[in-house]
Nanobody, 125 residues
């Protein structure tokens, strides 16, 4: 079992920054890959970024490349998503998720076994 709790969402103006964070408990954090997804009202949940179990590899959706950075701290059991140059279309609930595999980073929801409750990010124009 893995428990995930997100925090750090909020309201920001376009062009601003936020840094959601996710803390994990349960299984040994350094043994699995992590991802961030988001879901806007009326839309399907979509992949944002993923990071390997040791932080050595990252993978991003095209629409966040150059603006978002995923990182993890295995000593603190946390994974963060630094979001810069935010746009109104980035408004969504952001979820962290655990992929218990340690292979290639994956960008589809079915690959992730555990999910947090989400944190709201709202970007005003």
């Amino acid at each position: 079992q893995v428990q995930l709790v997100e925090s750090g969402g909020g309201l920001v103006q376009a062009g601003g920054s936020l840094r959601p964070s996710c803390v994990a408990s349960g299984r040994t954090f350094s043994r699995y890959n992590m991802g961030w997804f988001r879901q806007a009202p009326g839309k399907e949940r979509e992949f944002v970024a993923a990071i390997s179990w040791n932080g050595g590899s990252t993978y991003y959706a095209d629409f966040v490349k150059g603006r978002f950075t995923i990182s993890r701290d295995n000593a603190k059991n946390t994974v963060d998503l630094q979001m810069n140059s935010l746009k109104p279309e980035d408004t969504a609930v952001y979820y962290c998720a655990a992929d218990l595999g340690r292979g290639a980073l994956r960008a589809y929801t079915g690959a992730y076994e555990y999910w947090g409750q989400g944190t709201q990010v709202t970007v005003s124009s």
